[in-house]
């Protein structure tokens, strides 16, 4: 048997959606959403339900084989484990945002849950801002004062249309990605290599 941790929200809905898509209804059906389980077992594969900025390193640590994360979370923080193979879903984009009236030039304090990504990207256009780290409801910071934009993850706009925000820039496309663990990589080649197969990523 191998373990894959499987990130939560967007990753684990893209996931399903994928798996139905290649007729996988094993797979597919057994992680339906439902239920608050923190795992589940489909025929020789244990799926952990976690945290996205937690699988890499559930990863690391050898409680999983194998993770399913968003590339933003493995480029946000190096991780010591083997970045296996792009997954096809999942696509997105981490992007500067604000409000309408704003350009991107007069920002001066930016709230995110991304630092690192964040000071990077204002550090190579010689920008000098302040970083407020957020967990989550990022949008809020600049209709609260608290920032004068955000840098985050955006899939279709919808939440920034619908907060009066618009997208400045991407910095960064974001993809699925399988991760793995160093060691388990080899120790449980047969079992890993089966499964992507199955998934039709070698």
């Known amino acids: ?13 893209a996931f399903n959606e994928f798996l139905a898509d290649k007729d996988l209804a094993g797979y597919a059906d ?5 239920g608050r389980d923190l795992f589940r077992v489909v025929g020789d594969v244990k799926f952990i339900f976690a945290k996205g900025k937690d699988v890499p390193t559930y990863v690391e640590q050898g409680v999983a084989d194998l993770g399913v ?18 997954l096809p879903f999942g696509q997105c984009r981490l992007a500067i945002a604000g409000p ?3 350009d991107e030039s007069d920002i001066k304090v930016v709230a995110t849950s991304f ?4 000071r990077q990207y204002f550090n190579q256009n010689k920008q000098d801002v302040d970083i407020v780290f957020l967990n989550g409801s990022v949008e809020l910071a600049p209709i609260l004062g ?3 934009a955000i840098v985050d993850i955006v899939q279709t706009g919808t939440t920034l ?6 997208e400045y820039k991407t910095i ?30 070698v």
Do not use: C, H
């Open 1 to 13: 048997m191998i373990t894959i941790a499987l990130a939560k929200g967007r990753v684990y809905k």
């Open 115 to 118: 630092p690192n990504l964040t």
């Open 100 to 102: 309408t009236a704003l």
């Open 172 to 201: 960064l496309p974001v993809q699925a990605r399988l991760i793995a663990n160093k060691q388990s990589f080899y120790i449980k080649e047969e079992g890993i290599y089966q499964f992507m197969q199955e998934i039709g990523v």
């Open 146 to 148: 608290l920032s004068d």
């Open 69 to 86: 994360v968003g590339s933003d979370t493995i480029t946000e923080k190096t991780y010591n484990v083997l970045n296996v193979s792009e």
């Open 161 to 166: 249309k619908e907060n009066d925000l618009r």
């Open 30 to 34: 057994g992680l339906q959403e439902g």
